[in-house]
């Protein structure tokens, strides 16, 4: 039941079909729901269930699609996102799929076998990994899921829990449903008398992700779903027929998502780049910690908590210390290759050594890699979803992920400790706004200062505001980006209360 889960991260993934590692046999369950996104068709999801059997057990494979039209700032794009789990008949889940696209021409395929207590997680894509994580059998799967009311016999008032495993961010999250009372609502354009249930999942690292509510008919199946997805709008699944779910969506209906997660402010910072110290009033209607929803560090510190409204004080740090902080280490995993910050890939090595040339200095190097990076790559709006920087490398486009991401690996390439940093921009428009943004910080003698391989400006203002960051270190989920879809999921409001060195 709980589809949405994978789609809430990033609104960019794209996937192909799984591809099935045993024979799919007889389908036993199909159905198709038509999706809309703040009252207009913008797609459809289908899940399909087919009954194989392995060494004389039968099984079933569930695999649940989700596909959108969305439109950012004029530009239209498709969104997929595909899962599937294997059960036994009793229920217990046996293995897990997801496969997702990260860029042009590259695909993160993620296949989990459970082994007892342990999942056994193979991902394929720029490098092939492997590792074990611990299972618990309670979890229940897609085909389980589907039945789930139904078994259950549940009626209003009936209120109970249970496991779901998401793959896009490796998980086990716990997921409590309540069930209100019959209600009538649209379904197609009918009005229906139907049972009212809330699905909440638990809080993954702090984020309460949004709970979906379900309408049951009379025979406990689902026939109307609904989600407020942030920074997409309100996503309402309605139960029809396959003609009917695949029929024509008309893009230019569909609101904008990308205006739709622009932050106001109420006035203008003049050349916000060259900013030294920006005081911003923060306001987290839907957070019961708003005080520790963004980063504290050298260049960022709260004040002033007062109820869901904190004060945000950003200032410039434009370079490292001139000496070396005593003591001052940093830990190993900045340094590293891994999955996404691919600082042993060949190509990415190749232009790192371009970039720096002779220089030693490791400021400098990374001043020359984020000029490289955006005096050499192609911006190119939404049409990457997280590329990995080996994929980047080569083909040297993208919007800011991809930027930070380059720029982090060939600073690590170089032997300069890198990480990622997720947070908010200052635009300049027609209105002044804040956009959701990412971005590159450096370890130099014992301190972290950031750059911007989007602007290479060879430092950052008072503009940039930082949700988290993370070294993407043994990662290959997107797990690192829910710090920001907690700040999206509050509500945030934002307003400049003084700006300094910018005017």
């Not at 399909?48 to 989700?66: H, Q």
């Not at 139960?239 to 230019?252: G, M």
Request: glycine share 8%; charged share 25%; proline share 4%.
């Amino acid at each position: 039941m709980q589809k949405y889960l994978g789609c809430l991260l990033v609104v960019a993934l794209a996937a192909p079909p799984l591809r099935a590692a045993e024979p799919m046999g007889k389908v036993v369950r199909e159905d198709w729901d038509a999706a809309y996104l703040d009252g207009q068709k913008a797609g459809y999801t289908r899940v399909l269930v087919r009954e194989f059997e392995k060494d004389g057990k039968k099984f079933f494979r569930t695999t649940m699609n989700l596909y959108l039209v969305l439109r950012r700032f004029n530009d239209t794009v498709e969104m997929k996102v595909e899962t599937g789990t294997d059960e036994t008949a009793d229920g217990k889940v046996v293995g897990v799929q997801m496969r997702q696209t990260l860029g042009k021409n590259q695909v993160l395929e993620m296949i989990g076998t459970v082994e007892g207590e342990q999942m056994l997680i193979k991902v394929t894509g720029n490098m092939n990994m492997e590792k074990k994580v611990k299972w618990n059998d309670k979890v229940i799967g897609l085909y389980k899921e589907q039945q789930l009311y139904k078994d259950k016999g549940v009626k209003a008032g009936s209120e109970f829990s249970y496991l779901h495993f998401e793959p896009l961010i490796g998980a086990v999250v716990t997921i409590n449903v309540t069930v209100g009372d019959y209600e009538t609502v649209k379904v197609n354009g009918i009005d229906r008398k139907l049972l009212r249930t809330e699905a909440v999942p638990e809080k993954i690292q702090g984020v309460q992700l949004p709970g979906t509510s379900f309408w049951l008919d009379k025979d406990l199946n689902v026939v109307r779903s609904e989600v407020a997805m942030p920074g997409l709008g309100k996503l309402v699944l309605a139960r029809t027929t396959k003609d009917v779910a695949l029929s024509p969506v008309v893009p230019a209906k569909i609101s904008d998502i990308g205006l739709n997660q622009l932050i106001p402010l109420n006035r203008r910072i003049q050349n916000p780049q060259d900013s030294s110290n920006v005081v911003y009033k923060v306001t987290l209607p839907g957070d019961d910690e708003p005080g520790t929803s963004f980063a504290k560090d050298n260049r960022q510190d709260i004040k002033n908590i007062k109820g869901k409204t904190f004060e945000l004080h950003v200032k410039a740090v434009r370079q490292p210390p001139a000496k070396a902080t005593e003591n001052a280490k940093v830990d190993e995993e900045y340094l590293k290759s891994s999955y996404f910050i691919t600082s042993a890939d060949s190509e990415v090595q190749k232009l790192a050594k371009k970039a720096v040339g002779a220089e030693a200095d490791p400021w400098k190097k990374a001043q020359l890699i984020e000029r490289w990076v955006r005096n050499n790559m192609k911006i190119q709006n939404f049409t990457e979803a997280m590329a990995t920087a080996d994929h980047v490398a080569r083909n040297l486009e993208g919007d800011c992920t991809e930027h930070a991401m380059l720029a982090a690996a060939m600073c690590r390439a170089v032997g300069v400790p890198s990480k990622i940093a997720v947070g908010l921009v200052y635009v300049d428009g027609p209105k002044p706004v804040l956009g959701y943004h990412m971005w590159t910080e450096v370890w130099v003698r014992g301190e972290w200062v950031p750059i911007d391989a989007t602007l290479g400006k060879g430092s950052i203002g008072a503009a940039h505001l930082k949700i988290s960051d993370h070294s993407w270190y043994d990662t290959q989920s997107l797990k690192p980006l829910l710090p920001v879809m907690r700040v999206m999921l509050a509500k945030v409001q934002i307003e400049v209360v003084k700006a300094e060195g910018a005017e």
